[in-house]
Nanobody
Framework: QVQLQESGPGLVKPSQTLSLTCTVSGGSITTNYYYWSWIRQPPGKGLEWIGYIGYSGDTDVSPSLKSRTSISRDTSKNQFTLQLSSVTPEDTAVYYC????????????WGQGTQVTVSS
């Protein structure tokens, strides 16, 4: 069974860069046709897809976050990372990593989520 675990700082100051890592076990991030996503849920709001990195390393990011977002991976560690720059309090959310077959948003597995608060 694939397991995903998010890690990173729980508190980030405004204007700084939020950096999170998702460590995957029980499966490889290079397995054909799987896409590894970042998703967030601000307090009192619904889930928001941030972006993904695919099995071949291709990426896609939500247009609303594209200018501030970078998604990368370290295949030797079986990890993928999210960097979100110039954060504001509106970026406060629970951040999840998840995996889906193809570029669909029907996720097979999720991490438990990590709370990130943007505050000075």
């Amino acid at each position: 069974q694939v397991q995903l675990q998010e890690s990173g700082p729980g508190l980030v100051k405004p204007s700084q860069t939020l950096s999170l890592t998702c460590t995957v076990s029980g499966g490889s991030i290079t397995t054909n046709y799987y896409y590894w996503s970042w998703i967030r849920q601000p307090p009192g709001k619904g889930l928001e897809w941030i972006g993904y990195i695919g099995y071949s390393g291709d990426t896609d990011v939500s247009p609303s976050l594209k200018s501030r977002t970078s998604i990368s991976r370290d295949t030797s560690k079986n990890q993928f990372t999210l960097q979100l720059s110039s954060v504001t309090p509106e970026d406060t959310a629970v951040y999840y990593c998840a995996v889906a077959p193809g570029s669909s948003k029907s996720y097979d597995y999720w991490g438990q989520g990590t709370q990130v608060t943007v505050s000075s």
